[in-house]
């Protein structure tokens, strides 16, 4: 008998049938990768189990006995835990009360049992050689622990069943070989774990299995020593897809940003320091560094996003640039696309075609007015052009998978025209085969004349996709490299800090 | 084809409110008392006119509001701005004798005002909406207390005092009292800026998402600001009209309104947290708070029990909107 077992499963969203006739099966002890492009359902199928989503067609089956949890809490109580992508901690609460967060042990009159919070905590985390007073609050902790609470929650409630959504996307080079240090101890200790992933290397490091989703249909479930990559990313698409680079090669010389020896201060840390680089018209400068290496700050900081005083000299289009502001950075034709999509992307109530065109709408309308035929076609032409899955132009964006809200808002900032390009980590939680896409749009920008500056937390597509790396390592530029002649063994030697 | 017509009431905003206050109207008619000439009183013009006459300083406000809202923003400010409108507006006339259009201007500035103070202190300031305008709520009574030594100051016509043309708020065109021309002018305006208008789609954009909004390269500040500008500019709008129709200006007049006016937002379908909701919506909810009071009060039904019920409608229509009663935990 097995631990756990899908019968027949099938869910549909307003009409929409997402998965469709799902059954396989799940031994105990193992780690499961479970696999698909966005929008395969992969998510809702874990929902599903995780008592998120309760009007399903089908059985979930745990030990042969069928279940069917009417909400998150009655699944916990099954030993069933999830770590979502976002993760779902309390900023200002601290480390313990987060992991005793409504199953809190109480005294005889209500009150809550700190002592024991503190100390079951202590014990808890004393596995994960946690370096923190359980008494921190969440908000202070570095991202990649803040997984490892939420992991410790997962145990603290006695899951044994642990669905793992993404849980590396956030996380560096290092912290990632520490979470995997933490798994295989968990599967030691008779845990299942499910792992839902699109890094492949990762997959293949980790896992004992393989279950792969297609289109809401369940294709197959492998012995991970039995296949290949190749094999997978076919199953996962259904077809071929190329995964060498065609790197066109430098067309035009012009100059398009320069930095010298920028330093960056906070009020009270310095949190860029003395950057350097130039960027011409049609190349990519990727940006490589750990996590908190200030990859985000320096693009949002060119974007004019932060307010803050520096020091050294900015050239755009050979004229002396300060960064401002968003709205000033967008009339230069300077765009950003966030890391975030949640909190610093998408309009979740509005439409794709609101999302697509907030930030052109001066163009598209005359006295105030927008002309309404315009903004359709304008934005239409671009998300045809970047093959944006939706079922409407009207439809909320909230409805899209990731990958398709990330194209969306794509066309945001392709739909201003822009010279230069800021990418925050734009393949970060997509499927293999919009990342692909993601590819070849770059390739494609580059070759129309666009500097590009894109950062990555994936050393293989930082090499992949750039024509030169620039790395930092807390904030400090340690390296400008030439793609052609370096490896990600260099890279990530700069990136800790180190001279190669 | 019935799939059509439910998709489009799920995904419609103000297609429940709307829907509601058809609903209450034939609840009303069936309900209604009868003249003892067989006429049902309460779809008589006059009754009817008379309602729209009494929500009209509400619905004006409401409008405002439904911006301010919109945003993920709040005015508590609105019923003291009504009160010190009404009062400028008694003064202007009477003591100061700045004539029609002076008066007029004057009070509607000190609307504009107040919403403008209340704009930058939230968006610059960064304090929270509702603390800056239950300051402005508080301290725009107090100005309006001073300026008026705590009297209210009535409104008289003839030498010395309020020109005739001042009564064009108490005419009626076509048996409609002009302060509902008013309301219906300022909700068509509004709508279609809204829908229609880029100033709208930013309205909506800061109240989905706030930091997209300003990455996205919306002034989010300024366009904060013009909401409450309106709300400001409206509430004063509707004290010169409380004070017309009243022939007074009260320093102590529009308490609660705000609460009056954020019950027909809300029942009209607009989401407190921002970025959902409609005009539409906010006009039936300020008809279907009228029409109750109205009905009830062709019963003689009590204010007290008036009150409760209208607590009532407003969580009932809440629960409708949403669809369900169930509390997602972890929805997504």
């Known amino acids: 008998m097995s631990l756990l077992e899908f019968q027949k499963i099938s869910k549909s969203f307003s009409g929409v049938e997402v998965l469709h006739n799902i059954s396989f099966q799940l031994e105990k002890g193992n780690v499961i990768a479970l696999i698909g492009e966005n929008g395969a359902g992969k998510s809702t199928l874990m929902k599903i189990l995780c008592g998120i989503l309760d009007d399903y067609q089908g059985k979930v089956l745990i030990n042969g006995n069928e279940v069917r949890f009417n909400n998150p809490r009655e699944a916990e109580k099954a030993g069933i835990a999830i770590i979502h992508q976002e993760l779902n901690l309390v900023n200002d609460l ?9 199953h809190e042990p109480v005294s005889r009159f209500g009150f809550v049992n700190f002592d024991k919070i503190y100390s079951e905590t202590k014990k808890l985390l004393t596995e994960f050689d946690f370096p923190f007073s359980v008494k921190t609050k969440v908000r202070d902790l570095p991202i990649g622990w803040q997984q490892m609470v ?11 069943i ?26 030691e200790s008779g845990k299942t774990i499910i792992y839902i992933s699109h890094r492949m290397k990762e997959i293949f490091e980790i896992a004992d299995e393989v279950v792969v989703l297609r289109d809401g249909k ?64 049609g190349e990519v400068i990727g940006i490589a560094g750990l996590l908190g290496a200030g990859r985000t700050e320096l693009l949002k900081f060119l974007y004019g996003s932060y307010q803050q005083n520096y020091a050294g000299e900015i050239e755009f289009q050979n004229k002396r640039f300060i960064p401002s502001s968003p709205s000033r950075s967008i009339q230069n034709r300077i765009v950003y696309l966030s890391e975030d999509r949640k909190n610093e992307g998408i309009f979740p109530e509005l439409s794709n075609l609101k999302n697509s065109s907030i930030s052109v709408l001066p163009s598209l309308s005359s006295f105030g007015f927008i002309k309404s035929e315009l903004e359709l076609d304008t934005v239409t032409t671009m998300t045809d052009e970047l093959n944006v899955r939706m079922e409407s132009i009207h439809q909320h964006i909230s409805h899209l998978s990731g990958g398709n809200q990330q194209k969306v808002l794509l066309s945001r ?21 919009a ?12 070759a129309e004349g666009m500097g590009i500056l894109f950062t990555s937390s994936e050393i293989p597509e930082l090499l992949l996709v750039s024509d030169r790396i620039l790395v930092l390592s807390e904030g400090k530029h340690t390296a400008l490299l030439d793609t052609n002649q370096t490896d990600s063994r260099e890279i990530l030697q700069y990136a800790c800090g180190g001279a190669a | 084809m019935k799939n059509k017509i439910l998709d489009y009431y799920t995904k419609s905003d103000w297609l429940k409110p709307v829907l509601g206050f058809v609903g209450l109207f ?67 006339i009477m003591d100061w004798q700045l004539g029609f259009s002076l008066t007029i201007i004057v009070a509607l500035l000190s609307g504009v005002l107040a919403g403008f103070i209340n704009g930058v202190l939230i968006s610059w300031g960064k304090i929270q909406a509702f603390i800056v305008t239950l300051a402005m709520m508080t301290g725009a009574r107090g100005f309006a207390l001073f300026i008026a030594d705590s009297n209210s100051r009535n409104i008289g016509f003839g030498e010395g005092a309020a020109p005739e043309v001042f009564k064009i708020f108490t005419t009626s ?33 800061i109240g989905s998402n706030e930091e997209a909004a300003r990455l996205a390269g919306l002034r989010v500040n300024w366009i904060r600001t013009t909401t409450y500008v309106f709300s400001g500019l409206l509430a004063a709008l509707a004290g010169i009209i409380h004070a017309a129709q009243l022939y007074q200006g009260n320093p102590n007049d529009g308490i609660a309104f705000e609460l009056d006016s954020i019950a027909a937002v809300v029942i009209g379908g607009t989401s407190l947290m921002g970025g959902k909701g409609t005009l539409e919506g906010t006009i039936a909810g300020v008809l279907i708070i009228g029409i109750l009071s109205n009905i009830l009060g062709l019963h003689g039904v009590q204010k007290d029990f008036q009150l409760m019920l209208k607590g009532a409608i407003i969580v009932a229509a809440v629960l409708l909107q949403e669809g369900n009663l169930r509390f997602g935990f972890l929805g997504k």
Do not use: C, W
Not at chain 1, 94 to 102: D, F, K, M, S, T
Not at chain 1, 435 to 446: G, P, S, T
Not at chain 2, 46 to 68: A, C, F, K, Y
Not at chain 2, 71 to 84: F, K, P, Q, R
């Open chain 2, 26 to 92: 034939i609840l009303a008619t069936i309900f209604s008392p009868v003249s003892s000439k067989g006429t049902i009183i309460f779809l008589k013009f006059d009754n009817l006119s008379n309602i729209l006459r009494q929500v009209s300083e509400i619905g004006i406000i409401s409008v405002g509001m439904t911006l301010v809202i919109i945003t993920a923003g709040i005015d508590l400010s609105v019923g003291s701005v009504l009160a010190l409108s009404a009062t400028l507006t008694a003064f202007g």
């Open chain 1, 218 to 281: 369940y294709i197959g479930k492998y012995n991970i020593h039995e296949v290949d990559q190749n094999f997978l990313v076919q199953k996962m698409v259904g077809k071929e897809i190329k995964t060498s680079p065609n790197k066109s090669k430098l067309i035009q010389k012009e100059q398009l940003l320069s930095l010298k020896s920028v330093i960056v201060n906070d009020n009270k840390k310095r949190f860029l320091t003395d950057i350097s680089f130039e960027l011409k018209r």
């Open chain 2, 173 to 205: 065109f076509l048996g409609i009292p002009f302060p509902v021309f008013i309301f219906i002018g300022v909700s068509i305006i509004f709508s279609v800026m809204l829908r229609k208008m880029r100033i709208g789609r930013y309205i909506y954009a």
């Open chain 1, 94 to 102: 601290n480390v313990a009360e987060n992991i005793y967060l409504g």
């Open chain 1, 435 to 446: 990342k692909q896409e993601i590819y070849d749009l770059i390739e494609k920008l580059k």
């Open chain 1, 162 to 187: 642990i669905v793992m959504d993404e849980p590396t996307s956030a996380l560096s080079e290092s912290e990632i070989q520490f979470l995997f240090k933490q798994i295989k101890l968990l599967k």
């Open chain 1, 413 to 433: 900032v392709l739909l201003i025209k822009p010279d230069l390009l800021l990418l925050d980590e734009p393949t970060r939680g997509i499927d293999v085969g």
């Open chain 1, 150 to 160: 939420e992991i410790a929650k997962a145990l603290g409630i006695k899951a044994e």
